[in-house]
């Protein structure tokens, strides 16, 4: 991006933080199919929070399909986040002081003032958190500075863990030939559905939704793009450091579950017997589970479905964040070891992000092997196949991050994506310009599928990516090809 566009975003974004209040103030109910919700009216953005888009997956309607939620008389207030979904938190965590539910189906939604009758686009949020944790209730990923730029925003929470992702064959069983298993996948499902069937009386369009998540929201993204449940309900896509692009098979997915339900003391194909175990007894035993091809709502792997086209034919962006091993410290441990016959090889492409520092290195290698590597072939096959396809890499360091890291981490790019700053330290803040620098291109693809004239398409020939780093943001042609075509010959990680 050119300096006088970086200077512009830098004193719209100071301008626009310099006219917030704290005032707030109820909003005028807004009608949904199932009754009146009223939101918070705060700095001219209005947010609806913990709306139900489906009914409580508790009790009979645990492990099944969503079901529509029960309209209510009078008006909702919508003024508070729902609760977490059920998920294992470490003491101190982002939100582990919150009261965790079965009962977590909801949604939330910000729109920023102006008329009813100009429907803006909507963009739908999956958050990450391997399947395993998350929630909306995150302040990272409050929508309202999204919204400001012309956009309604969206955040879902769905199913997580054995709660999301449980493929017990006496639950296949009884759903005949309908849908099991993927519950979390359903949830999102659900949740554009009831986004689709009401967000017109919001302000947005319901035919021109963007779906977008990071980590595993991105792999939900990739899975969501795959799934014949969800297809026509969206009309463009973000993967942010999206997850695996091979998934567990159903018969390793119903191994799994068994051994599960034996921890929990159940033997036997009963239905009723594994929805009677208590949430915390689910919780507390045995291993975390995630997405699988079930062959119902999960048809193919991500790389397969992409490679043969057998996806959702609409726009699409990639990215990827330069240092992703910053969080995932075990995937770059003993690399030197694992290909030391390779390491020769490796040590001509990769130099440490500059320092030649041999566990900079395998962070780097290890940024590649798990995520990028996943998300480029994924492209390719987008590409490959006709779709408007974009790649960028995050390499943005805050300036409190500057002379301590390498590269931008895990998540990083989320907090330039919605203007936020981490919840253990609020002055960590993304500088103006790139903030501006994402959101603007982020909500010009929501709006028109391209993400602006100085972000060309990845091609098969080209392979250019859009670089957001300290400079400023530029479009590079073969970014980062030469390291992709080394990894590709390595041994691989399990998962990828």
């Known amino acids: 991006m050119g300096s006088r566009r970086l200077l512009a975003a830098a004193i719209a974004v100071v301008c626009m933080f310099a006219v917030q209040s704290a005032a707030q103030a109820a909003s005028a109910p807004v009608t949904t199919q199932q009754g ?5 009216d705060q700095d001219g953005v209005t947010s609806w929070r913990g709306v139900p888009f489906a009914a409580p997956p508790v009790g009979d309607l645990r492990w099944r399909p969503p079901e529509a ?42 729109a920023a003032d102006g008329s009813r009758k100009v429907k803006r686009p909507v963009m739908f949020y999956i958050h ?9 209730a995150w302040h990272e990923t409050d929508g309202t500075s999204l919204a400001r730029h012309g956009v309604i925003v969206v955040t879902t929470a769905y199913r997580l863990g054995k709660f999301g992702f449980f493929a017990h064959p006496a639950l296949i069983d009884e759903a005949k030939s309908g849908p099991a298993a993927n519950y979390g996948l359903m949830d999102m499902v659900a949740a554009i559905k009831w986004v689709k069937a009401n967000i017109a009386a919001f ?7 963007t779906i977008f998540g990071e980590s595993a929201g991105g792999g939900a993204v990739d899975d969501l793009m795959i799934a014949p449940s969800a297809r026509g309900l969206f009309q463009k896509a973000i993967v942010e450091s999206g997850g695996p692009v091979n998934l567990r098979s ?24 594994l929805r009677a175990v208590p949430a915390a007894t689910v919780l507390a035993k045995g291993p975390g589970s995630s997405p699988m091809v079930d062959g119902r709502v999960l048809p193919l792997n991500v790389l397969q479905a992409f490679t043969q086209g057998q996806v959702a034919h609409v726009p699409i962006i990639f990215g990827t964040n330069s240092y992703e091993a910053a969080a995932f410290a075990a995937a770059a441990k003993d690399l030197d070891k694992r290909y030391a016959a390779e390491w020769p090889r490796i040590l001509k492409v990769y130099d440490g992000y500059g320092t030649h520092d041999p566990k900079l290195v395998q962070g780097q290698l290890a940024t590649d092997l798990v995520m990028t590597w996943n998300n480029r072939q994924t492209a390719l096959g987008a590409a490959e196949n006709g779709l408007p396809t974009y790649v960028y890499s995050y390499n943005y360091l805050r ?9 931008a981490s895990h998540f990083d790019e989320v907090y330039a994506v919605f203007g936020s700053t981490p919840s253990a330290k609020p002055s960590d803040i993304v500088e103006p310009s790139m903030i501006e620098a994402v959101e603007s291109r982020w909500t010009d693809f929501a709006k028109t599928g391209s993400p602006g004239p100085d972000w060309p398409r990845y091609t098969p020939q080209t392979r250019t990516v ?8 530029e479009a590079v042609p073969g970014y980062e090809r030469e390291r992709l075509e080394l990894d590709a010959s390595l041994p691989q990680p399990a998962g990828r």
């Open 36 to 40: 009146r919700v009223q939101g918070v």
């Open 69 to 110: 939620p029960a309209a209510w008389q009078g008006v909702r207030q919508a003024d508070h986040f729902g609760a977490p979904c059920m998920q294992t938190l470490p003491p101190g965590a982002p939100g582990a002081d919150l009261t965790q539910s079965e009962d977590c189906l909801y949604l939330n939604i910000w």
């Open 128 to 136: 990450g958190g391997g399947f395993q944790f998350g929630m909306t």
């Open 203 to 209: 302000g947005g369009d319901p035919d021109n939704i």
């Open 250 to 273: 159903l018969d390793q997915a119903e191994t799994d579950a068994k051994a599960l339900a034996a921890d929990w003391g159940v033997t036997s194909d009963d239905p009723a017997a």
């Open 399 to 407: 300036p409190a991050q500057q002379g301590k890291t390498p590269g």
């Open 466 to 473: 859009e670089v957001f780093s300290n400079d400023g943001v």
